[in-house]
């Protein structure tokens, strides 16, 4: 089973704890490209032992960030392409459907497909309570990650932050599931997202960017970001509405942690505004 019309691009920076998985994941697809961020350990050459192409991006501290800029500069072949993180690869069901997919996506009208993720947390997959969404399979003519005013934000800078790319076509569903299979300490999560929570609190201070990023957001996180108690809300909806508690104890330190992701953003956020009065 070759996939020929999907090109593979995946995201690095000093990831050779992972990315040998991560390739090996990848084998039926025919194009696979690396764009690697001037890795200082061994991601590049276990890249390439796989057969994948790397190509060096280097951030100017301007748009376009590194996904937009992988899609225009690392000289994909195909117009659809399934972007990845390093620690991303789709499950057997989900090659299977791209597999079918391929066939007619030259007659094809969407712009991308969203696909749910399979995330690990605790050493665990978790196949209950929240789940992300990302629209990971974009059609690189027909979809556009957005330039927004958030050059000087802190915690997040050269890849995009956490919004969708958009697209005036339709955004099609996939069924099955992408593994993001973080095998990282928890202490990693938690220092990614305490970056991640100044971005977003930074975010709150500016309701025009707030707004525009909102738009750019899944339906599911539009909604959610009007909320009120978010820590609190997510809690309940991810181990309770959702059936996290389904995923033992994994599944509660995931929904714990997310609910104190949203608690720093909040504190971060008022700190912010007791500063600017």
Not at 9 to 26: M, P, Y
Not at 37 to 64: K, L, M, Q
Not at 118 to 146: A, C, D, E, Q, W
Request: proline share 3%; charged share 30%.
């Amino acid at each position: 089973m070759k996939i020929s019309k999907i090109s593979v691009v995946i995201l690095t920076k000093d990831e050779e704890a992972t990315i040998a998985q991560t390739l090996s994941e990848l084998d039926n697809f025919e194009e696979l490209i690396v764009v690697d961020s001037h890795s200082s350990d061994r991601t590049c050459e276990i890249a390439e032992s796989f057969g994948a192409r790397v190509v060096s991006f280097r951030w100017n501290g301007a748009y376009p960030k590194k996904k937009q800029w992988a899609l225009d500069n690392a000289g994909v072949s195909n117009e659809w392409v399934l972007l990845l993180d390093a620690d991303e690869y789709p499950t057997e069901a989900l090659k299977q459907e791209l597999y079918l997919l391929e066939r007619t996506l030259l007659t094809r009208r969407e712009g991308a497909f969203d696909i749910h993720l399979l995330y690990r947390f605790g050493g665990k997959l978790l196949r209950h309570g929240h789940v992300v969404t990302k629209r990971s399979l974009v059609h690189r003519h027909r979809t556009r990650f957005p330039e927004v005013a958030d050059l000087d934000a802190p915690g997040i800078r050269e890849v995009e932050g956490h919004y969708q790319p958009v697209s005036s076509a339709p955004i099609g569903q996939l069924r099955s599931r992408l593994i993001h299979d973080d095998r990282d300490p928890v202490s990693s999560w938690f220092a990614r997202h305490n970056r991640y929570s100044d971005w977003e609190a930074h975010l709150a201070l500016d309701r025009t960017l707030k707004k525009d990023i909102a738009s750019k957001r899944t339906r599911k996180g539009r909604i959610f970001d009007a909320v009120p108690f978010k820590p609190l809300a997510f809690f309940l909806y991810a181990f309770v509405a959702r059936g996290g508690f389904l995923d033992g104890r994994a599944g509660l330190d995931y929904a714990v942690a997310l609910s104190s992701y949203y608690w720093q953003i909040g504190v971060k956020t008022r700190e912010l505004l007791r500063n600017a009065q």
